[in-house]
């Protein structure tokens, strides 16, 4: 709600944050889109038994949040097109030429945070679901 209310670029909290030279605000909403679809493309194949390995799973769910993020890149860039001049304060890009990969680059640390750091905790829930179904 912030980020719609200043533009991404211009959110007070972010400006010049660790020396940047531009508001880095976006990432932090990149870094989310990363992490929260992870949670649902873990979930997903974990209760259908759709994969099993953990390595197969982690390989399926950073790919799948990467699809989204580019997904998500490519709708910014058709919709920047659609609307023209006003597409730098739409992006956010602030000037800087590899905002797009960034962006992207940012979703796969959040997928990979999660993947990482929530299985003892998610797996902890999921056998609590599963136990409390059957």
Request: glycine share 8%.
């Amino acid at each position: 709600m912030v980020g719609g209310h200043y533009t991404y670029a211009e959110v007070p909290l972010f400006d010049e944050l660790f020396g940047a030279a531009r508001n880095n605000y976006d990432k932090v909403g990149h870094f989310f889109q990363g992490f929260v679809p992870a949670l649902l493309a873990r979930e997903i194949p974990i209760r259908k038994h759709v994969v099993n390995g953990s390595i197969w799973q982690t390989f399926i769910i950073v790919s799948i949040c990467l699809a989204f993020s580019a997904f998500y890149e490519l709708m910014e860039w058709g919709i920047a097109l659609v609307i023209g001049e006003d597409a730098e304060a739409f992006l956010g890009t602030q000037g800087y030429v590899w905002d797009t990969q960034s962006d992207m680059g940012f979703a796969l640390l959040g997928a990979f945070c999660a993947v990482l750091i929530l299985p003892i905790i998610h797996n902890k829930q999921l056998r609590k679901v599963t136990h409390q179904t059957t």
